[in-house]
């Protein structure tokens, strides 16, 4: 009777277990699955290419036929406070963008190219009450010979050694008064460039409106002419010694205010070890149809020195500026003290200035702090 029951038991049991799958059902299930899955990709990928026919050209594309095209700028923020050392400097404190700048770059396999830079900050040591965007250079070059390059558009005029120096790499925040004064900035013209001796020996000559930067007029006949000559007369392991002439002629307006400026300068420029440093000297002379001729010039000079190695820099400078050789007391003189630490080179550095100025006038030893922020993009 015992055992009738347990049989019975046993067969009321087994209808609650499943069977176990064999290998053959479970490979067939994994194949089925995997076939399912293959033909939803097939589905979803047909449906990703028809959209993606459907969408526009890329945002950033060559729309010429330049073998190369890039797009690059950098941004210089900047803060003060003190005195105004030079007419150039308001009196008050402030914070500004003092450069922000977008270039695009190109070039052709033909041997052309061209540079687009548009700027977006203060663009200058003013007070500007609104900043506006507005052109710095536009210009397209033929690069085939090494010895006469042409340039055509606006851009630097070959005039002066301080101003020729990219904004990114000056040694100080400023540039010295002289410089600012003298020298001739961007103009809309054409200049043929060239050099040779492996680089040791340059020159630039161009022909310009001279009615200064985005200015597409010319107020007579005739043009402002500009020329320079550089070389590097001494290059050994320790010791390199760089020097340059530079002169213009500009025949301005007519009839009564009429005049004609004549500029020339030189400069000298060294490097030895961490050591390194430049002397520039400038002078124009303007004749006036109507009145006396008046002569301005000015001089800077600046040594530098790398504290750490490509990490630390000082740098000091004298400028004086004479805006009438013929009038007494009317000079400005600064003195220029400035650190700076670069933290990845000139993409990404810090600057801090203090100018000890004397300017014309009756207030002397204007002292102002500048500090500055360099980001190249």
Sequence with gaps: MKTLKSTGLVLLAVPCFAAPATVEERLAEMEARLGALASENAVLRQ???????????????????????????????????????????????????????????????????????????????SANVDYRAQLTDLFMRWKKFDFATVQVGQFKTPYGYEQLISDTKNPFIERSLPNDRLTLSRQIGAMVVGDFLDERLSYSVGAFNGNRVNNGGNDNENFLTVGRVAGVPLKTKALTVSAGANVFGSDDSAGASAVQRDGYGFDVQFKSGRFDGAVEWLSLTSNPASG?????????????????????????????????????????????????YFLKGDDLKFSLNYVLGDPAGALSSQGRLLAQAQLIF
């Design 292 to 340: 006396a001729d008046t002569t301005a010039d000015g001089w800077s000079a600046h040594v530098g020195y790398m504290i750490l190695a490509e990490k630390l820099r000082a740098g000091l400078r004298y400028e004086t500026y004479d805006p009438d050789t013929g009038v007494s007391a009317d000079e400005s003189e600064n003195w220029t003290l400035g650190l700076t």
């Design 47 to 125: 449906q990703l290419d028809s959209v993606v026919k459907k969408q526009a050209d890329p945002v950033l594309a060559p729309a010429g036929k330049e073998k190369k095209l890039s797009i690059g700028g950098y941004m210089q923020m900047q803060a003060e406070t003190g005195d105004a050392p030079d007419s150039r400097f308001p009196v008050n404190d402030r914070f500004l963008v003092r450069r922000a700048r977008l270039t695009v770059k190109g070039a052709f396999a033909e041997h052309f190219d061209f540079t687009f830079q548009s700027e977006f900050g203060n663009g200058n040591m």
